[in-house]
């Protein structure tokens, strides 16, 4: 059983088109995540979800569009796609949103989005 | 804002002990982790330091001291396939913002 997924695994498109990636955790945890890692390897925040609550929410172009329609989902729409768009779009989630100890952050394999 | 750094690519001998150093400036600390990221996979929890010391698990160890900003990890008895990323990251305030490091890329030789 996956714990954390995330459909496709693989994104090509053209410059300019309009795209989405979901995620679904099954562990039962009430906050999730997207991260943005480039080609550095840099692993950046970007939204962050608590019972479909958005609570962080960082500087990112408005292109880039969340939606938790529930707690063990989240999607990611990519509005007129840019080439800068390009990276690896990861998915995770954790217990909860307060601070605790060992709120340990479980990570989807990745949707590998390559814009043309 | 908050800043961590972390050496960017280190080379250790299959069988010996590596180090990987951590430092980091924020406000509203609230505790460091250390996950190890394969090639071409997601990051996998290794660690998590709150208070100062060493927490041991295996054969790897994390330390944390909070007054100089630092952590380490440490890996002993190294295999090749401990040869990946390791990345640094930090929570601060109250919501479960964490922010990553660059990650240390380690090579494990024969």
């Known amino acids: 059983d996956t714990a954390v997924s995330q459909t496709p695994k693989y994104l090509v498109t053209q410059m300019g088109n309009d795209k989405s990636i979901k995620c679904e955790q099954n562990l039962g945890h009430d906050t999730m995540y997207w991260y943005k890692q480039d080609s550095k390897k840099f692993l950046k925040i970007m939204f962050s979800y608590n019972n479909k609550e958005l609570i962080i929410n960082e500087t990112v172009p408005n292109r880039f569009s969340p939606k938790s329609p529930d707690k063990a989902h989240l999607n990611l729409h990519i509005n007129s796609l840019e080439l800068g768009d390009s990276a690896v779009y990861f998915c995770a989630s954790s217990h909860g949103k307060l601070a605790g100890a060992g709120e340990t952050q479980y990570f989807g394999p990745g949707t590998r989005l390559l814009v043309l | ?110």
Not at chain 2, 51 to 80: A, C, I, P, T, V
Request: hydrophobic share 30%; net charge neutral; with cysteine.
């Open chain 2, 1 to 110: 804002g908050q800043n961590i750094d972390q050496p960017t690519e280190m080379t250790a001998t299959e069988g010996a002990i590596v180090q990987i150093n951590c430092t980091y400036q924020t406000s509203g600390f609230n505790g460091l982790f250390w996950y190890q990221q394969h090639a071409g996979e997601a990051p996998t929890f290794l660690s998590y330091n709150v208070l100062d010391g060493l927490e041991e698990k295996g054969r790897f160890s994390s330390f944390l001291s909070r007054s100089k900003g630092y952590s380490y990890l440490l890996l002993k008895e190294l295999q090749m396939k401990d040869s990946a990323s390791y990345l640094c990251a930090v929570r601060s305030g109250g919501y479960q913002k964490v922010t990553f490091g660059t990650g240390t890329k380690l090579q494990v030789i024969p």
